[in-house]
């Protein structure tokens, strides 16, 4: 009976060593994949040095004249995203394993004025298409969450041309929304400088912006400028305008930015939604409806072309869809490359009702 005892007990610790040297070797394994890649990304950004020894916290909230560099950002590939367009062949991976889980700033590389045009004539020669993305971030967002955040919408929408981040010095609090409104007015003459400069380029093809909630008040004043500048219209440069989520007056939009925007002739692509929380309460702190906000009223005035994107967000991300929203990832991914209008792209349903007609983003099958 001692025998048949040991032997049990032979056999039980037997069977935990091999687990537990199992356990170790696969451990041993999967620390030894990479599970980042690296996704660089252009900025131009009038917001002062703050801690330049720490990548996280290199810019603040103050004000300052505008200057260039890039970002290097490791994205975290455990970090499971819905977007079909996804091509992770276009990144390299980072076998670094001392990087934390989660997406990384890993450097702010800055750059003279002429460092920063070759950078960006680089990323130009060695895209797929010469075309130029310019991102607007809006409140409450520090310059390290919009370098992540512009390296995984690169990554997630897949965009195949050059991405160049513009971020002005909002406070990164959601406690500085007045101060915010009137850092974004400032930020205006800046971004105009960097579209005018952008535009004077041999190299550069299509110019996009995209902006996001505040960040249209940066991008309605200079287009409202560049609207009646003779140079900049003739060089016929500006693509695709997206509006993600504005916060701005609906009416204010109406009377006295969509008339600039038309002299641009180009199209104008708005994305609204009635699950953005934020935006719901942007007005009913302003007491009058945002443009984005599509369950106070939803906006319908063409040639826009007005995208509910409320089939495909929740509370959670209806503000957020350009980097939550597989679905609407696929839908601009198609739109900045194919240059499809809402009719033609066969991520949207068509929508005609008694307030005109619209276009729905389809959910993903």
């Known amino acids: 009976m001692q025998t048949a005892l040991f032997k049990t007990r032979r056999h039980g610790l037997l069977a935990l060593l ?13 620390a030894k994949e990479p599970h980042h890649i690296l996704v660089p990304v252009i900025y131009a950004t009038d917001r002062a040095v703050d801690k330049p020894s720490d990548p996280d916290k290199y810019f603040g909230h103050d004000r300052a004249v505008l200057s260039y560099g890039t970002v290097d950002v490791a994205v975290d590939l455990k970090d499971k995203v819905d977007s079909p367009v996804i091509d992770l062949n276009r990144w390299p991976l980072i076998r670094d394993q001392e990087i934390k889980k989660g997406h990384r700033l890993l450097a702010v590389n800055p750059m003279t004025d002429t460092g920063y045009r070759d950078a960006l004539g680089r990323a130009i020669a060695n895209a797929d298409i010469n075309d130029v993305l310019v991102y607007l971030h809006g409140y409450s967002k520090t310059f390290k969450t919009v370098a992540r955040n512009a390296a995984l919408m690169s990554y997630e929408m897949n965009y195949r041309g050059t991405s160049v981040l513009y971020s002005w010095p909002s406070r990164g ?8 409104l009137v850092t974004a007015d400032w930020s205006a003459t800046k971004f105009t400088q960097l579209l005018r400069e952008l535009s004077q380029r041999e190299d550069v093809g299509n110019i996009h912006i995209m902006a996001h909630s505040m960040g249209h008040r940066i991008m309605f004043s200079s287009l409202a400028e560049l609207s009646t500048d003779q140079e900049f219209l003739a060089q016929d440069k500006l693509g695709e305008i ?17 008339p600039h925007l038309l002299k641009l002739n180009t199209r104008l692509s708005l994305y609204v939604s009635d699950h953005d929380v934020p935006l719901q309460a942007s007005r009913r702190i302003s007491r009058y409806p945002r443009l984005g906000d599509s369950r106070d009223q939803l906006y319908i005035a063409p040639p826009v072309e007005t995208i509910d994107l409320s089939d495909v967000v929740s509370v959670f991300n209806g503000h957020s869809a350009h980097r939550d929203s597989g679905a609407t990832q696929a839908d601009i991914n198609k739109l900045l490359h194919e240059r499809l209008g809402a009719a033609e792209r066969s991520t949207l349903a068509t929508i005609t009702d008694r307030r005109g007609t619209y276009w729905r983003v389809k959910p993903l099958d």
Do not use: H, K, Q
Not at 23 to 29: D, G, I, K, R, V
């Open 242 to 258: 997206i509006m993600m989520a504005p916060d701005y007056d609906t009416d204010t939009f109406s009377e006295r930015v969509l």
């Open 173 to 180: 609090t959601a406690t500085g929304y007045a101060t915010d």
């Open 18 to 30: 091999c687990l537990t040297l199992g356990s170790s070797f696969s451990a041993l394994t999967m």
